[in-house]
């Protein structure tokens, strides 16, 4: 997710970029850049300074040209490429005449490449977008206007994109579209603006337009004129914002957790994106970690801390099943104290959304004494994990903003999934046809997440029920045991109440002395290999008193026969569940958590990344 902006008629554009891309770095701030139509030619500046790049950049542009030309911005989360200055965008043609910025992914930015590259070329970063300002180039050195030639490219590139290109031949001019990621356009003072979202905009105009998908806008100064991708003219839809900046950055939602528990279904769809080749085989073309490499393997090790932790707990049960490898988990803060015995034969992963958590980073360190190949599953690119380990596995979560992890946890869910399918693949222990079965169960799971988060209502009714209780059991089994692990530390981190994760057959081992009237266990019922187990164990609880909740699938009677209260979710694949499970959790704890008066974005005691150990 990076965030965009664009202005044409302004007397002085670049001080508008960047207040514009500082309201916008909750979408991106690895790196930052600006460009604007100058003297026949193309002025840019970029800047790659950590978390604060939109104010390297502001240094870097104090002297830019001033003027009423086309000028546009951006500020970077990096999915392809290292967040580097190289790497910023904008991006240019050979010409320099060129300038573009993207935000969304290029699926099939690699053919493109090559094509380009062939045509003589040169591309100097290594994005997905770049591809995009030279197809336009090749278009207008064909005679075509940079509206045509835009036209024309976005006809070649398949993804997710919403991009903004200007050219030192048309100085006015921005021309921008959008498919799948939002752009939304405003008129003010004499200026034509657009930007990724309406924060950039506040300052300047409370009416805006927001571009639907597969539109097309032309920016010249004091004017727009949309059209759909194949050039019929349409009305934008005008909307009146009436947030106040930090409302706006939520997207509306009262809170970041809110918001990011929204993004879940693009953070798992964009997780997803281009992994899979012509033949339907998983390609991981940023692994680092050759098939060869990993044919070596006898034995997994899945490090990691938190809601990470539960994420590598279900990449056990799928690793181990589809790869048939050896998988064992551990806490990373425990795990280089133990003694653990890793070889060269081992692949030792890391799960971490921010890639610095001291814990997982120092376990790394301790694995790649020992000989282990390490890799790295994390959501910031080139982040000080990513750039220790021998192969990388990113989520294309976007930024995260919000201390209890939701967007981020359902990613790693599905990069470490997609992982034990890689690592099937390679070892040929699943058939193709099985593969493929998932990997279009996987690409179902985002529709099924919007579905899960749209019975919020029903989940807080429960949560209503439930303002007194102090004691709660999160009980499951199988993958669903990960899942009550991950719910208990929603509602602990967030509501600030005693939940206990626990595998639900060990609860017989004494845990279930601490069950009595007024418990309030919640069990994890969606189908799985030892769903008529779990039925029984809740059975147990029920008999004691306990007041039961269960995450049942939709239509279930029998499990809803078992509970006081269901929270239902559409049924998937077994070892996918997780990915659909939690979703309900998440809204209990965070329902509850504002029933007792407390701020989801700023649990107490805690941080949102621990370098401490
Ligand atoms: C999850 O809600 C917590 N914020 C915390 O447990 C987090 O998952 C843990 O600190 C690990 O962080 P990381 O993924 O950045 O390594």
């Known amino acids: 997710m990076c965030g965009i902006i664009g202005v044409t008629g302004a007397a002085d554009a670049v001080p508008i970029l960047i207040g514009a891309l500082h309201q916008l770095e909750y979408r991106g701030y690895d790196s930052a850049g600006v460009a604007m139509v100058v003297d026949g030619g193309v002025w840019r500046a970029r800047a790659a300074g950590g978390t604060n790049s939109v104010s390297a950049l502001a240094e870097l542009a104090q002297d830019a040209p001033t003027g009423h030309a086309a000028a546009i911005g951006h500020t970077r989360w990096a ?3 290292a967040p580097t200055a190289e790497n910023a965008h904008p991006h240019i043609d050979c010409t320099g005449r060129i300038a573009l910025i993207h935000n969304g992914i290029i699926e099939n930015h690699a053919e493109l490449r090559a094509e380009l590259v062939a045509g003589g070329h040169t591309l100097t970063s290594a994005t997905d977008t770049e591809v995009m300002a030279h197809l336009i180039e090749q278009g207008m050195a064909g005679g075509a206007s940079l509206t045509e030639a835009t036209r024309s490219m976005l006809r070649r590139v398949r993804g997710a994109f919403s991009i903004a290109a200007i050219s030192a031949d048309e100085p006015d001019t921005i021309v921008a579209a959008r498919h799948s990621t939002p752009l939304v356009l405003g008129l003010a003072d004499g200026m034509a603006l657009l930007a990724s979202d309406v924060p950039a905009l506040i300052g300047h105009t409370r009416q805006v337009f927001a571009l639907a998908d597969d539109e097309l ?30 409302a706006a950055q939520k997207g509306g939602y009262e809170d970041f957790m809110s918001k990011e528990m929204h993004e879940q279904p693009l953070a798992v769809a964009d997780t997803l994106l281009d992994r899979r080749g012509a033949g339907g085989e998983l390609i991981l073309d940023e692994m680092r970690l050759s098939p060869d490499d ?12 938190g809601s990470s932790y539960h994420a590598a707990l279900v990449a056990k049960y799928a690793i181990e099943h589809w790869a048939k ?25 890391g799960v971490s959304q921010s890639g610095e958590t001291l814990d997982t980073s120092e376990a790394m360190r301790e694995a790649k004494r020992l000989g282990a190949k390490v890799l790295v599953v994390s959501n910031v690119v080139d982040s000080s994990m990513a750039r220790a380990a021998d192969g990388v596995l990113y989520t294309r979560a976007g930024p995260e903003i919000g201390v209890a992890s939701t967007k981020c946890h359902l990613a790693q869910i599905v990069a470490l999934e997609v992982l034990g399918l890689y690592l099937a693949q390679i070892l040929g222990t699943q058939p193709v046809s099985v593969t493929n079965e998932i990997l279009n169960a996987m690409e179902v799971l985002p529709g099924l997440v919007t579905e899960a988060l749209s019975r919020a209502g029903e989940v807080d009714q429960v949560a209503a029920k439930l303002t007194d209780a102090r004691d709660f059991f999160f009980l499951g089994r199988h993958v669903g045991y990960p899942v009550a692990l991950e719910g208990a530390l929603k509602l602990k981190e ?34 799985n290999p030892l769903w008529e187990k779990m039925m029984s164990n809740i059975a147990e609880v029920r008999s004691r008193g306990a007041t039961v909740v269960l995450v049942a699938d939709d239509g279930d009677e029998e499990s809803a026969a078992a509970a006081d209260h269901v929270l239902w979710v559409p049924p998937t694949y077994p070892l996918l569940a997780p990915v659909v499970g939690i979703v309900p959790l998440q809204q209990l704890a965070y329902r509850l958590a504002r029933l007792h008066g407390h701020d989801p974005d700023r649990p107490r005691n805690l941080a949102k990344t621990v370098t401490v150990e």
């Open 79 to 81: 999915t392809h490429g």
């Open 494 to 527: 967030l509501a600030y109440l005693r939940a206990e994760g626990y595998p639900a057959g060990e609860l017989k081992h004494g845990p279930i002395a601490l069950i009595e009237p007024g418990t309030v266990v919640v069990g994890i019922a969606t189908r």
């Open 325 to 349: 490898l050896p998988a064992e988990v551990d806490i990373a803060s425990e795990f280089r104290y133990r003694d653990p015995v890793l070889n060269e034969r081992t692949l030792c992963v």
């Open 217 to 246: 806008a032309v920016l010249t100064p004091g004017a727009l004129a949309v059209t759909t991708l194949d050039g019929t003219p349409v009305e934008p839809e005008l909307l009146t914002i009436t947030w106040d900046v930090e």
């Open 294 to 305: 990993l044919r070596t393997i006898d034995k997994v090790f899945i490090v990691a801390c």
